[in-house]
């Protein structure tokens, strides 16, 4: 392997952790490409559950090595407290096994609080952020007044860059949503032992990147969220702040396109969404629930509620066409057992017309209505299936279905949450 780029196709929560640390075995170097501590990976490995939000799971592999790229967004408070945690299990969290960009972005006490702040203040039109500051501070990247990992190494820099940001944050934080301001010495004060427990970790990246790729050593690029989170071609403004696409591996860690090599889009065998925004194959009926309830659909950064429905092969086409998908990892097909019949979302209705690929317009799919294609569901258990020839004939028309919708091969099919129960088609 060289490069493999591993990311959602759908909204999130599609089971990436765990694909990752399957094919983990293949790869030298682990690499987290954007986002930040919104992302929650759940691995449950010999019945043992990690949950992860901004290493990468990778690290659950003894002699891998973990890096997080300039791409994403680091909060060294959680950083640390995922270190802590897993070397507590007997990790080795030492700085020859994880590595952060001098370039990643840094999140600030007051990115939280802006973060939250906004979203209180939107009285209808809440996006339902995770409320862990990663659009704030994506956007002082934007504005170029970011605080940056490599910034902990020069402590003047560091105070100087949180004095000039509060200056503005503080006007927004008091003047407009009634806050008290923060005082630029105590977040420098309770910053520093931080910042200085990070700094062994820091490190050229794109060359670690670069130079695993040149040697040949396999390189993970490990995506969170999903693609209709993208910022650019999601469902605007119902989206998180960073490009979550195949794409942005090589300009989130440092490398080139070229070097990127096979694209597993990680797609559930349904659909789930938490926080708000269109949802076209959303079940808001005993169905929906028994979804919810049956796969335990809970959002393992905030605990919230995940919303649940049908397969929406729309918006799938569409991830594959963005991605440039070579395979399909389908989860969690477990769930859909019991059910008498299955729907998959093949077209839209749309002003009239039939659409194979979901509408530009903002806001275009809450008016869009599905149309749905019935297939027959299945009684067997499937949690012990360990081949494509284990599973019932209608799980495998069900797969089947997805590749011609989709246009892409599935290779890799999960029946349950242990790495044992897996399926690799081919
Ligand atoms: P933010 O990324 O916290 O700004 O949240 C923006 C939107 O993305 C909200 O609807 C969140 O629920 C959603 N979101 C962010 N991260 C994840 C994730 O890892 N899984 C699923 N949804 C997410």
Redesign the pocket.
């Known amino acids: 392997m060289a490069g493999m780029v591993i990311h ?1 196709a759908q ?3 599609e089971g990436k952790g765990k694909i990752v640390d399957l094919l983990t075995e293949k790869a030298n170097l682990i690499v987290r490409f954007h ?2 501590n ?4 759940t691995l449950v490995v010999g019945g043992e559950k990690t949950v992860l939000h901004l290493i990468p799971s990778g690290i659950l592999h003894g002699s891998k090595r973990c890096v997080i790229g300039a791409g994403v967004v680091l909060d060294p408070e959680v950083f640390l407290m995922e270190v802590d945690k897993l070397a507590a299990k007997g990790v080795d969290m030492s700085p020859a096994r994880l590595a952060v960009s001098l370039r990643t972005h840094v999140i600030m006490p007051y990115h939280k609080l802006l ?1 939250c702040a906004r979203e209180s203040a939107k009285a209808g039109a809440k ?9 704030p501070c994506y956007e002082d990247k934007s504005s170029r007044v970011g605080i940056r990992a490599g910034d902990f190494l020069d402590e003047a820099l560091l105070a100087a860059k949180i004095r000039h940001a509060l200056a503005e944050k503080n006007a927004l934080l008091a003047g407009l949503y009634g806050l008290a301001p923060l005082d630029a010495d105590k977040v420098l004060e309770e910053l520093l032992p931080l910042a200085r427990r990070v700094v062994p970790y820091l490190a050229d990246v794109p060359a670690m990147v670069q130079e695993a790729l040149g040697s040949g050593a396999g390189v993970l690029f490990e995506g ?3 693609t209709h ?1 993208d910022i650019d071609h999601g469902t605007y403004p ?5 490009c979550c696409l195949s794409s942005n591996a090589a300009a989130g860690s440092g490398c080139s396109p070229k070097d990127l090599g096979d694209i597993i889009s990680v797609v559930k065998a349904y659909t ?6 269109q949802f076209p194959t959303e079940l808001t009926c005993a169905r929906g629930e028994h979804l919810q309830s049956v796969g335990a659909e809970f ?4 605990g ?1 509620k ?1 919303r649940c429905g049908w397969l929406d092969a729309v918006l799938l086409r569409e991830a594959v066409r963005l991605n440039g998908t070579t395979g399909l990892a389908v989860t969690k097909l477990d769930v859909l057992g019991g059910l008498d019949q299955l729907e998959i979302c093949t077209a839209y209705t749309y002003e009239g017309a039939e659409i194979l690929y979901p509408p530009q317009r903002e806001g275009a799919l809450a008016h869009v209505t599905p149309v749905y294609e019935t297939l027959p569901g299945w009684k067997e258990d499937v949690t012990s299936c360990r081949s494509w020839s284990d599973l019932p004939q209608a799980a495998r028309n069900y797969l089947t279905r997805v590749e011609e919708l989709s246009g892409a091969p599935v290779r890799i099919i999960s029946v349950g949450p242990d790495r044992e129960q897996t399926i690799y088609k081919d």
């Open positions: 959602g909204w999130g929560d986002g930040g919104n992302a929650g990976h973060d996006i339902g952020t995770t409320g862990r500051g990663i659009g969170a969220q999903g989170l119902f989206v998180t702040s960073s789930t969404r938490v926080g708000s925004g959002g393992a950064t905030t919230r995940r």
